[in-house]
């Protein structure tokens, strides 16, 4: 064994050494970098994540980048139903170095049949400037105007607005914001729950096992959507929108358990007649501490993949019950919110800016599907990445 | 043994495309096999035995490239002599598929399909090899059940793997391997999985198949002892070079290779329970970094830092009469008997 | 035979079970909600212009029995459901639940039983050829379409299509009935203009239905390709479509069958949505209408039980399936 050592010169002795703290590096990786270094390898999921940590960043610094309070308080009453405006750097009347959009003006004569027409005024141009003064809000404990862009007069609808006038491009922004946190909440939630449940099921086996598994298989017979409409439904109105908004979470977080719960389940059926639970049960371990210190800690990889697997299906039950009215309402921003009014076919024809928000919601939640299963290649080497 | 051999293997080299790159897995691999004679292949897992074992059949998995002067070639009495890696549809296949070449697996339980009767896939075997009836390939496979020493054939033959004793697996395995009077049998591992007592009996039953059959048998396992009790020749393969081949007696009274020697010293000797196990130092290498030279000398106790082994590959050198090791000739004398 | 009557008889009585268990979790569900049917009604009333008083809503208390212990109000409601198939009476609009469902029940279920098999019709051969092709193109295609298939969420097809269909054609397509028959007896004239429109519906839930059935039987094939009996059978010449079929897809096919009344619990979970889109007043929107307009805990509870009921019945017929496809749960059974 020792006649390379021995035999190489020094230089390449330290080479040698080199190979051998990577060999060693690689023995003595844990669960989560091997994961990691499975992970990349996969060019589609290492794009989805730059996607989605793109998304993510965006969400968190949505008020900085948003130019106007998404609420009604920051609504451009001159501008309704307006269409998206995209700065340019030249029009007829020449070039400038500064982006520039046009300005508008809204008439109602009879010409227009007394309806309210927007026109583009051509020679209005109207600057686009950056780090400028506006609305106020909180990061944190601090308190902020600075946006990161604006228009020197009037207002800049990079999405154009809805019927009341507000910004699709500041609501699409906070509503990446609201559909991670309420994911967020959510996941967690039912990552207790799982937690909690399969890990008494798995743990304990036996009758135990059978009466939680009885009741989780009742439980997931129930079409939960439905169920949850319901529960939804009786909501009083008057609770404010942050009530109403952990409400929703948690509803939704319930929504998820009993699958998750099943996986922490077989997890630990698997490897609770594992050798070094027996060790930790003789030196005297409660069942909780073995639960925890022990079993735990041997799967946490696949929990993680689980739960970003399952991130995308909380972002969809929020849009779909805020969508039919009974999750978030205004003036709290998600997906679902804004989607509410587009079904009517005045907006189908003439609005069609008001489906921008859904590119970026699908580009969400592919995101984290494509993560989700990168993960799961990756944690799990023998499944799916042959052929 | 004078026999033309029923199957020669020349130079086969198997490596398996990865992301990571071209992986050898089998490399200058060369025997025979004379009808009626039973060849062990004797390796650690990771040794390319089985790699070795499937490219027989061709069953190795996609991603498998074969060098283009390496040759395994088959003599059957019906069509004359076969290049099994020159078939290439799988139609061509058939012939060394359960025609001509058999295989048993080592997991009986995993190797039968779980929703379909032992019955029903070994009929379905027959009729594709043969020209039977349904009726005639019952009949026959009724019969192989008997002969392989399970009970109540006829009712076993419409019963599921499930329902089947390991052992009992086993022997169905065989039997519906034999089925087809396969030139050539390919055990791989078939006793591994097998409690000790269990492993007896198959190991006996196979025996008593070899001489009625007359066909000759690959065994495949990593298990000296059950070796010596069934094989004729061995080849023991190590990170898939054959470190040392010849008559099992020979190679296991007088290992010459230092591999083979490692191997035989970690057995526990029963008549001895005092001497000490000397295990073979080292690890496998991972498969991404071949050593170069003799694919042993990183492991190799006895070797002087700076030898031969270090760069070049030894030659296959005879030690005595069909007794080959991969050994530099200036060594044979030292290991001759 | 006998014996497998006795697990088809067994596993009936698991099934009622678990509808006893789900009603018990509903009813109390509906329970735990704010306010009683009667404080509902009479509210409802109050906004039609008549007065009301403690008094009154103690004495529709006691006319509804709501003043009864919870359990013998289970105990009474489960019994008629169970006995006599009654649900009882709305809450507000007052009038017998079954009377309101009618057939509109059994339209939603057939729309979205219909959906489910055109999603696995789909999703079978091509999930199987897929898993089988070394085609990188096909796999990664395919994976991007049931992908798109979960993130596009089906309101969203639904707005997609309604959008094209009023540009091009001036009708948005909506409700299972065209105006003329939306009242009408059934007869041949409405059964087809109700094919014309159910099949928007029946597309819309299939479609994310397909992604996540396309996703379900690839991997179980990509998990049977990989076990040794696949290859045991290729080193007994099997090959190709003989292989396929009668080895990996044929084993696969216990847990396709499994995996069915999870797939029409996930349809019911989009049919209210997609029928708000739609306005069809079929269960799914009679459900969003109980809930949303009125907050009829009585119409809502009895529509989640149906629902429930109808996955129920699917899971006992899939159970007895694959016990006649798989003989290890049949052998089991016939053993016990």
Same mark, same amino acid.
């Given at each position: ?213 009885? +009741?989780? /298989?009742?439980?997931?017979?129930? %079409?939960? !959507?439905? &169920? ?5 439904? #009786? =909501? ?67 929990? +993680?993949? /689980?739960?970003?697997?399952?991130? %995308?299906? !909380?972002? &969809? ?5 805020? #969508? =039919? ?63 | ?143 192989m059940l008997d002969k392989t020493g399970i009970p109540e054939p006829a009712k076993r033959f419409d019963q599921y793997a499930f ?137 190799n106790p006895n070797l002087q830092p700076g030898s031969r082994y270090e760069s070049e590959v030894p ?23 | ?336």
């Amino acid at each position: 064994m020792s006649a390379q050592e021995s035999n190489t010169g020094t230089a390449a002795l330290t080479q040698e050494e080199i190979s051998q703290r990577a060999k060693e590096a690689y023995f003595t990786a844990s669960q989560g970098q091997l994961i990691w270094q499975r992970f990349r390898k996969n060019r589609t999921a290492m794009i989805a994540v730059v996607i989605l940590f793109f998304l993510i960043f965006v969400g968190l610094i949505a008020p900085f980048l948003s130019p106007y309070d998404p609420t009604i308080a920051g609504r451009n009453k001159d501008y309704e139903n307006g269409a998206p405006q995209i700065p340019m750097f030249c029009d007829d009347n020449g070039c400038s170095a500064r982006p520039f959009i046009h300005g508008v003006k809204r008439e109602r004569s009879i010409k227009t049949n007394f309806r309210w027409v927007t026109t583009v005024d051509p020679d209005d141009r109207r600057y686009v400037h950056f780090f400028v003064d506006g609305w106020e809000y909180d990061m944190g404990p601090f308190t902020f105007t600075t946006h990161l862009f604006g228009v020197d007069d009037g207002k800049i609808h990079l999405f154009g607005t809805d019927n009341a006038g507000k910004d699709i491009f500041s609501r699409t922004l906070h509503a990446i914001y609201t559909s991670l946190a309420v994911g967020t909440l959510g996941v967690l939630i039912s990552f207790v729950m799982a937690l909690m449940i399969g890990g008494i099921a798995g743990y304990f086996g036996g009758w135990i096992d059978s009466i939680i598994q009885m +009741i989780t /298989d009742a439980i997931r017979t129930v %079409p939960i !959507i439905p &169920l949850f409409m319901a529960l939804a439904a #009786f =909501i009083p109105d008057e609770w404010s929108s942050e009530t109403r908004f952990f409400f929703i979470s948690i509803i939704i977080g319930f929504i998820n358990w009993p699958t998750l719960a099943r996986r922490v389940r077989t997890h630990l059926l698997v490897e609770r007649n594992q050798e070094y639970v027996l060790a930790a049960q003789l030196c005297g371990a409660s069942a909780g501490h073995t639960i925890r210190r022990h079993l735990l800690p041997s799967f946490t990889s696949y929990i +993680i993949v /689980d739960l970003v697997i399952s991130f %995308p299906y !909380i972002v &969809l039950s929020e849009t779909a019950l805020s #969508f =039919i009215g009974l999750g978030l309402k205004d003036p709290v921003n998600s997906l679902g919110v804004m989607l509410q009014n587009t079904t009517s076919a005045d907006v189908l024809l003439n609005y069609q800016w008001y489906f921008i928000p859904v590119l970026f919601f699908i580009a969400l939640v592919m995101a984290f599907v494509y993560v989700g299963d990168g993960l799961r290649d990756a944690a799990d080497p023998y499944s799916g990445t042959k052929k | 043994m004078t026999d033309a051999p029923l199957i020669s293997v020349k130079d086969l080299n198997i490596r398996f495309k990865t992301d990571e790159g071209l992986i050898t897995a089998v490399e200058n691999v060369n025997f025979d096999i004379a009808p009626g004679e039973v060849l062990g292949l004797v390796g650690e897992s990771g040794s390319g035995k089985s790699v070795t074992a499937k490219s027989l059949m061709q069953l190795n998995a996609g991603n498998t490239v074969y060098d283009t002067e390496s040759r395994i070639t088959l003599s059957t009495p019906e069509r004359g002599t076969i290049e099994v890696l020159e078939l290439k549809r799988e139609k061509d296949m058939e012939v060394i598929r359960g025609g001509a070449i058999s295989m048993i697996f080592q997991e009986p339980m995993a190797s039968f399909a779980p929703a379909i009767s032992v019955g029903d896939q070994m009929v379905e075997q027959l009729l594709i090899h043969t020209d039977m009836t349904k009726i005639e390939a019952r009949e026959l496979s009724i019969e192989m059940l008997d002969k392989t020493g399970i009970p109540e054939p006829a009712k076993r033959f419409d019963q599921y793997a499930f329902e089947f004793s390991g052992g009992m697996r086993q022997r169905a395995m065989i039997a519906m391997a034999l089925s087809t009077k396969p030139r050539l049998l390919i055990a791989d591992e078939p006793t591994t999985a097998l409690d000790v007592t269990i492993q007896a009996q198959v190991l006996d039953l196979m025996r008593d198949l070899i001489e009625e059959f007359g066909m000759g048998i690959l065994f495949i396992t990593h298990d000296l002892g059950v070796i010596a009790q069934i094989a004729d020749r061995v080849s023991v393969m190590y990170l898939g070079r054959i470190m040392e081949t010849g008559p099992v007696r020979d190679v296991i009274r007088n290992p010459a290779h230092a591999y083979t020697q490692g191997l035989i010293n970690a057995l526990p000797k029963l008549d001895d329970l005092d001497a000490p196990l000397t295990p073979i130092s080292g690890d496998i290498p991972s498969p991404l970094e071949r050593p170069s030279g003799c694919v042993f000398h990183p492991r190799n106790p006895n070797l002087q830092p700076g030898s031969r082994y270090e760069s070049e590959v030894p030659p296959m050198s005879e030690i005595s009469p069909g007794h080959y090791a991969a050994l530099f000739p200036e060594d044979v004398e030292a290991v001759r008997p | 035979m006998v014996q497998f009557l006795q697990f088809a008889l067994v596993r009936a009585g698991l099934a009622l079970f678990t509808l006893l268990l789900v009603s018990l979790i509903v009813f109390s569900l509906m329970e735990m909600v704010p306010g009683t049917c009667a404080e509902r009604y009479l509210a409802f009333k109050n906004t039609q212009g008549s007065g009301i008083s403690v008094a009154d809503i103690e004495a529709e208390e006691k006319r509804l029995g709501l003043d009864r212990p919870f359990v013998v109000r289970w105990g009474s409601w489960v019994g008629n459901v169970f006995f006599k198939g009654e649900f009882g009476d709305s809450c507000i609009l007052r009038v017998n639940i079954n009377q309101l469902l009618g057939d509109k029940f059994l339209i939603s279920a057939a729309i979205c039983l219909t959906a489910l098999i055109f999603a696995y019709l789909i999703a079978v051969p091509v999930g199987i050829i897929s898993a089988s092709s070394n085609s990188a193109l096909l796999n990664d295609s395919l994976r991007f379409v049931s992908y798109l298939g979960l993130a596009l969420p089906n309101f969203l097809l639904a707005l997609m299509i309604m959008l094209v269909s009023t540009v091009l054609f001036g009708d948005s397509l909506t409700g299972l009935f065209s105006n003329e028959y939306r009242d009408a007896e059934w007869s041949v004239d409405k059964f087809i203009n109700f094919l014309s429109r159910a099949w928007l519906p029946v597309f819309i839930l299939g479609w994310s239905a397909t992604a996540f059935a396309l996703q379900t039987v690839r991997a179980l094939m990509l998990d049977e390709n990989d076990k040794l009996y696949v290859t045991a059978a290729r080193a007994r010449g099997l090959y190709g479509r003989r292989l396929l079929w009668r080895y990996p897809a044929r084993h696969a096919l216990g847990p396709i069958i499994n995996s069915l009344g999870f797939d029409l619990n996930r349809i019911f979970n989009e049919l209210p949505i997609v029928a708000l889109i739609l306005t069809l007043t079929e269960a799914g929107g009679l459900l969003l209408e109980a809930l949303a307009r009125s907050n009829d805990q009585q119409l809502a509870g009895a529509i989640i039980f149906l629902l429930t009921a109808t996955i129920v019945a699917i899971n006992f017929a899939t159970d007895i399936a694959l016990a006649l496809v798989d003989p290890r749960i049949r052998k089991s059974v016939v053993g016990s």
